[in-house]
Structure formats: C-alpha cells, structure tokens
C-alpha cells in the first residue's frame, strides 16, 4: 500500500508538470504584446523617430488550450500600428495555431507648424515647432525642424498640423526666364557669367540656361537663389 501510494505521487506530480509550466509562462496575450512592442521599436529605429512611445492592446484575444512547450510568435502583418497580426503556435502533438490582432497607438515628437503656412509658401524657422503627436496613421513625419525649414508647403496648414514628407516639397529658387548667375569655381577661383533661365528649378535642381553673352544653352544645377552652377560640381558648394 505504501509503494503504490509513492507511485501515484510520482505520477500525479508529472501530469500536473505541464500546467505548472504554462502557469509559469506569461499570460500569451503578454507575449504577443511582447512581440508587438519589439516589431515597432525596430520599425521606429529604423524610421529615425524621436522618443516613440506605443500603447498597445490585444483585440482579439480568444482563450488558447494549455500548451505544454513554448508557445511560438510570429509576426504575419506589421505594416499598420492599428492593426498588426501575429500568429501563435504550439508546437505539441497535436498542437494548435491561433491568429491575434493587435491595434498599437503610437506617439513620437515631430514637427508640426507653430504658425499658419499659405499654400506654396516656404516654412521658416519661427513656423515650425516639436511636440508630441499621435503618429499611428502617418507615414512620412518629419522628425526634426530643419528638414522642413525651408520646404514648401504644397497646402495651407494650421498651427499644429503635423508637418509630412509628402506634403512638402523643396522651394522654387529659379524661375523661367529669371536672370541668373552662371557661377563655376576651380582651384579656388571663381568665374560669373549672366544666364537666363529656361527652367524653374529647386535646389540641386538641373535646369537649361541660355548664357547672356554667347547665346549657348547648355544644363546647369540650381546652387541657390537665383545662382546656377556645372552640372559636375560637387553638390552644396
């Protein structure tokens, strides 16, 4: 009696030994958040985002069977924060594979106008601020003051509109038919010849210029206001 009171023992403390290990596991909602929150820190990394923070819940969180090994996440669509699909998978014999969503509010601090900004009107420096803004649905905001400084805005914008990639764009510095100057550098000296610009064009811009003096068109970059420089000059000079 004795003996088979220690086998039953034994036995009963293996077949609780799996429900003890999945107790033991975080809850698989916990898990699957887990995962959720590394796949958005490496898409903020990679974004340059600065100070991400995420909010995230489990939306459609049904009741998994107990699994006796660790329970496998794997990320299936991460493109939208608001709606993020992972699987989750037991590996037993049977096992059992489950598809969760996950909605994730994220905030970041980007650019956003201080001020109203027309319609094709450059930004300046007293028009763009920091804060903190929900960025769950947008795509392409700008992170810092000095990447839109000097844009222009290719619509009105409010004070506190987030400033985005896509609705700026670089600011016209040479129109059709401006008078231009031809400017080329080498080996320290530099050389202005009058143009006349057949082309508008935003910095960096190529644009045809017709010289003042010889009549020649030839295909010059826009350097700055109302300067054009040989296409095979170093960018930026």
């Known amino acids: 009696m004795i003996a088979f009171c220690k086998a039953t023992l034994v036995v009963s403390t293996f077949a609780l030994f799996p429900v003890l290990a999945q107790a033991a596991a975080a809850?698989?909602?916990?898990?699957?958040?887990?995962?959720?929150?590394?796949?958005?820190?490496?898409q903020m990394a990679a974004s340059g985002l600065s100070e991400p923070q995420?909010?995230?819940?489990?939306?459609?969180?049904?009741?998994?069977?107990?699994?006796a090994q660790n329970i496998a996440i794997e990320p299936l669509d991460t493109r939208s924060p608001?709606?993020?699909?992972?699987l989750a998978r037991c590996p037993d014999t049977p096992g059992w594979r489950y598809e969760y969503v996950v909605r994730a509010r994220v905030t970041a601090m980007v650019a956003v106008a201080a001020a109203p900004v027309l319609a094709n009107e450059a930004l300046t420096d007293a028009q763009v601020t920091i804060e903190r803004r929900d960025i769950s649905n947008i795509a392409d905001p700008i992170t810092t003051p000095a990447d839109a400084v000097g844009q222009m805005s290719r619509r009105m914008l409010r004070p506190g509109d987030i400033l985005?990639?896509?609705?700026?764009?670089?600011?016209?510095?040479?129109?059709?038919?401006?008078?231009?100057?031809m400017v080329a550098r080498r080996d320290g000296i530099e050389v202005s010849t009058a143009g006349e610009a057949l082309d508008a064009g935003a910095r960096g811009a190529v644009v045809r210029v017709r010289n003042a003096g010889s009549g020649q068109i030839v295909r010059m970059r826009v350097a700055g206001q109302g300067t054009v420089e040989p296409v095979d000059s170093p960018a930026g000079r």
């Open 54 to 67: 995420f909010d995230l819940a489990v939306v459609s969180a049904r009741a998994a069977p107990p699994c």
């Open 82 to 86: 608001q709606r993020m699909r992972f």
């Open 27 to 42: 809850p698989l909602t916990v898990q699957i958040e887990q995962a959720a929150r590394v796949e958005l820190e490496r």
């Open 164 to 181: 985005r990639a896509g609705q700026l764009a670089s600011a016209i510095l040479v129109k059709r038919g401006d008078a231009v100057a």
